[in-house]
């Protein structure tokens, strides 16, 4: 069983910074993938927009509104993904949900948090 975790949202002002980490507990599995999705205020899950994306060997893909904003990063290690957010902008208001593909010994497994808000506000 994983249960990924994530944590570090909160209420920043526009121009403002905030990372989020999110943890893959649990034990005897592989995490290939780890990407952040978001989803804005009144949409539904079928609306989750890719935010960033990253595989075990590093390789690291990003939504083209992000850009030059924000970094994904993870240790693999520890099962841990982070987004280091720069420069918010209000239009980044959004719940960000991690999401983990990978394997244990006998099945591939898809994954998701619960969700951290991110508002930027003044």
């Known amino acids: 069983q994983v249960e990924l975790v994530e944590s570090g949202g909160g209420l920043v002002q526009p121009g403002g910074s905030l990372r989020l980490t999110c943890a893959a507990l649990?034990?005897?599995?592989?995490?290939?993938?780890m990407g952040w999705f978001r989803r804005g205020p009144g949409k539904g899950p079928q609306d989750n927009e890719l935010?960033?994306?990253?595989?075990?060997?590093?390789?690291?893909n990003y939504a083209d509104a992000v850009k030059g904003r924000f970094t994904i990063f993870r240790e693999n290690a520890k099962n841990t993904v982070y987004l280091q957010m720069n420069n918010l902008k209000p239009e980044d208001t959004a719940v960000y949900y991690c999401?983990?593909?990978?394997?244990?010994?006998?099945?591939?497994?898809?994954?998701w948090g619960q969700g951290t808000q991110v508002t930027a506000s003044s």
């Open positions: 935010v960033a994306e990253i595989v075990y060997g590093g390789d690291s």
């Open positions: 999401n983990a593909l990978g394997e244990d010994a006998v099945r591939s497994f898809s994954y």
């Open positions: 649990g034990s005897g599995f592989t995490i290939d993938y």
